[in-house]
């Protein structure tokens, strides 16, 4: 328990179909990440919020929109996916900085079918 | 482009001492962090090195080297429960943004 919850733990969607993925944290963090995590491929940085403003978007597809309402939570709201998404989303959380110590939830193991 | 390099495998015995190097190549830099994943967790912390030089926890001890844009995760006296992927993450920015190596996975053997 690493103190970030993701649900749900796993997702099977169709290409046709929107879903959401939810992150909570209650470590009193300001900066939450999403990541991907594909086989065979380094874990690739999606978005990074700041006290609840994005910051960073790293070139990803609009068919993924997060959402930050308050600096408890994230989602990531997902639409018209490619089976090519299918990955281990990680969300994270972090006092921000770069010496911080990233907590990482579970993950949501996603099928794209 | 921003990379970090390191060795896609690794297998060592019960009780020996290895080393997974890690280098990177990043449009800014200001220190390279460790983590560790078994298979079907999370990423957990294991170091991070802002300044070059060793940092020990324990059995595990970090080293960076800025100059050479280099850095390495020291795992002693291994134990099954080592086995897992390791990742280096080199931090780009002051914001806690991490840029990752595509991870290491160590075998440990009895």
């Known amino acids: 328990e690493t103190g970030v919850t993701q649900t749900p733990r796993h997702l099977v969607m169709g290409m046709t179909n929107k879903k959401s993925l939810k992150c909570e944290q209650h470590l009193g963090h300001n900066a939450m990440y999403w990541y991907k995590q594909s086989a065979k491929k380094p874990l690739e940085l999606m978005f990074v919020?700041?006290?609840?403003?994005?910051?960073e978007n790293n070139s990803v597809p609009s068919r993924f929109s997060p959402e930050c309402p308050n600096s408890s939570h994230l989602f990531l709201h997902l639409h018209t996916l490619q089976p090519e998404d299918s990955a281990l989303y990680l969300c994270?959380?972090?006092?921000?900085?770069?010496?911080?110590?990233?907590?990482f939830g579970q993950g949501t193991r996603l099928t794209v079918v | 482009g921003q990379s970090l390099e390191q060795p896609s495998e690794v297998t060592a015995v019960e009780g020996a001492i290895v080393q997974i190097n890690c280098t990177y190549q990043?449009?800014?830099?200001?220190?390279l962090s460790w983590y560790q994943q078994h298979d079907g967790g999370a990423p957990t912390f294991l170091s991070y090195?802002?300044?070059?030089g060793l940092e020990e926890t324990g059995r595990f001890s970090s080293f960076l080297s800025r100059s050479d844009s280099y850095g390495y995760l020291l795992l002693q006296e291994l134990q099954m429960k080592d086995s897992a992927s390791y990742f280096c993450a080199a931090a780009s920015s002051n914001t806690g943004k991490l840029i990752f190596g595509q991870g290491t996975t160590l075998q440990v053997k009895p």
């Open positions: 994270a959380s972090s006092q921000g900085g770069a010496d911080t110590e990233a907590f």
């Open positions: 990043t449009s800014g830099f200001y220190g």
């Open positions: 090195n802002g300044l070059d």
């Open positions: 919020y700041n006290f609840k403003e994005q910051t």
